[in-house]
């Protein structure tokens, strides 16, 4: 295919508002969510749980409301790499789309091997690596046929767990305050589990402990900005998704936790596999192990759908400003950057490899930096949207034209920074964490290093050869005319 034929092709704007909304859902509802929330409360005590994600949630709207300012008035597939090469400096923009990239690319590799984990209570006999074949397949098919069809399978992933998790607020509310009785004769708690042993049974402090996994369990809501640039009408879509998001995610996460604070004691919430699966049990659902196995199933792999698509497209908009391969920023007819799907899903393959391989080092160092990855996200987003409105403002813009505004600027930006990066640095003080902080600032180092020895050399020569090109093809129409 020659270079004219190839440049017609471009992604396409075809995903709607839901799409939007239900794709954010499907990288933030994960197995963190169903079992890790109970972690948090025998970490944090009930009450202490409620507000460590409240107090996450907050950070996710902060964050998102700076996301949504950039979005709006640029909405590439990019997002928030791109919006860090121009208002920071390219060599963020570079080690944030990298660092992003890995860490979504080894996140589906995690994601196909919890799956195929989960297939083993109902084939015992069958291979995880004929299970991860499977998904890999399905889910790279839903990604190469077109940017709705990815859409619309999340939009169903994602409306399952979102079904389910209201079923289990409805019946778990109405489990502790005796509207349904519970198995075995057991009076209804009301709020006994909650403030039995007083507000923080651990002390204020054991909050603080928890906000890193909480946050953490929050992140994916970003999502939304990368899919901004193959969205209809982003100017109303991404507002609209932003705010069904930041919203609906806070009543889910904070009801769902009230509820499991409500029916588990604390002190026993902590050593259960699920406790969705004891809650279930407690109000007599039949097969409720084999329900959640099959919720945590689709909650698996609609992380990792998402995780492929946002991946790709951060590998595509890398290509696309000279800091990879170019031939990753082609793109079918389709609209699909094929080659940087092909890469990506490799590169999964590739960390399924060594968790088998090299389990106690490269795998565990790759999973830190998946955790840590969105973290840089979200730090990035915040100063780009300070650094922006900035600029606009100094170009001669007037901020009553923007189409979506951060509020209450530059204070809710910066604060939204600041909570992050303590998020961030509070890495550092939890012995089981701290390996993802060592282990992004060498990737990031690495990737400053990288970028001003070899990329910003090329991507001079590339500048110089457009403009002796551009030169040439003027000369030739002087001739000619």
């Known amino acids: 295919m020659n270079h004219e034929n190839r440049e017609q092709y471009t992604l396409k704007r075809t995903m709607k508002s839901r799409h939007l909304f239900m794709i954010s859902l499907g990288g933030v509802i994960g197995t963190g969510f169903f079992l890790g929330t109970g972690y ?87 291979g995880v690596w004929i299970w991860c074949l499977i998904f890999g397949l399905l889910l790279f098919s839903l990604n190469a046929l077109s940017a709705k069809a990815f859409g619309e399978s999340e939009f169903w992933l994602s409306g399952i767990k979102i079904i389910v998790i ?26 006994s589990n909650l403030i039995g042993d007083g507000i923080f049974p651990n002390g204020f402090g054991a909050i603080f402990i928890t906000m890193i996994t ?30 069904q998001t930041v919203w609906r995610t806070l009543v889910f996460f904070g009801l769902s936790v009230f509820v499991l604070a409500g ?15 004891v809650v279930f049990e407690q109000i007599g659902i039949p097969y409720a192990a084999d329900l959640m196995n099959f919720v945590i199933l689709i909650a698996l792999l609609s992380v990792a759908n998402s995780g ?41 393959g590739l960390s399924l490899i060594s968790s088998v391989v090299a389990a106690e080092t490269l795998y565990i160092w790759l999973l830190s930096l998946a955790g840590l990855s969105a973290q840089v996200g979200w730090i990035t987003i915040t100063v780009s949207q300070l650094l922006f409105r ?32 303590a998020v961030l640095v509070s890495l550092a003080f ?6 993802a902080l060592y282990c992004g600032i060498l990737f990031m180092s690495a990737c400053y290093f990288v970028y001003h020895v070899f990329v910003k050399k090329r991507q001079a020569l590339d500048r110089q050869e457009a403009m002796i090109y551009q030169n040439k093809t003027n000369d030739e129409v002087v001739i000619d005319e």
């Open 430 to 435: 939890d012995s089981e964490q701290r390996m």
């Open 390 to 421: 900035r600029r606009y403002v100094k170009e001669g813009g007037k901020v009553e034209d923007l189409k979506f505004k951060t509020p209450l600027y530059p204070y809710l930006p910066l604060t939204g920074f600041i909570l992050n990066s």
């Open 214 to 243: 909480v946050n953490f369990a929050f992140q994916g809501t970003e999502l939304i900005g990368i899919a901004a640039g193959e969205s209809e009408n982003p100017e109303k879509t991404v507002p609209r998704s932003i705010k």
């Open 263 to 277: 029916l588990i004691p604390w002190e026993k919430a902590g050593v259960v596999e699920s406790p969705f699966v």
């Open 40 to 126: 948090t409360i025998n970490e944090a005590g009930p009450i202490g749980a409620i507000l460590s994600y409240l107090a996450g949630g907050m950070i996710m709207y902060f964050t998102m409301l700076c996301l949504g300012e950039l979005a709006v008035a640029m909405p590439v597939s990019g997002s928030f790499q791109t919006y860090a090469t121009k208002f920071i400096g390219p060599a963020t923009g570079f080690a944030v789309g990298w660092i992003y990239w890995l860490g979504w690319s080894v996140t589906v590799a995690l994601e196909f091997l919890s799956a195929g984990q989960l297939m083993k209570r109902w084939f015992p006999d069958v």
């Open 308 to 348: 492929l698509y946002a991946s790709t497209r951060m590998l595509y908009s890398l290509a696309k400003e000279g800091m990879a391969a170019q031939a990753l920023s082609r793109v079918n007819k389709r609209g699909i950057p094929m080659n940087a799907l092909w890469i990506t899903l490799g590169f999964a």
């Open 166 to 191: 209201l079923l289990f607020i409805i019946l778990g509310g109405g489990a502790m305050f005796g509207l349904i009785d519970l198995k075995d004769g057991q009076a209804a708690p009301f709020f």
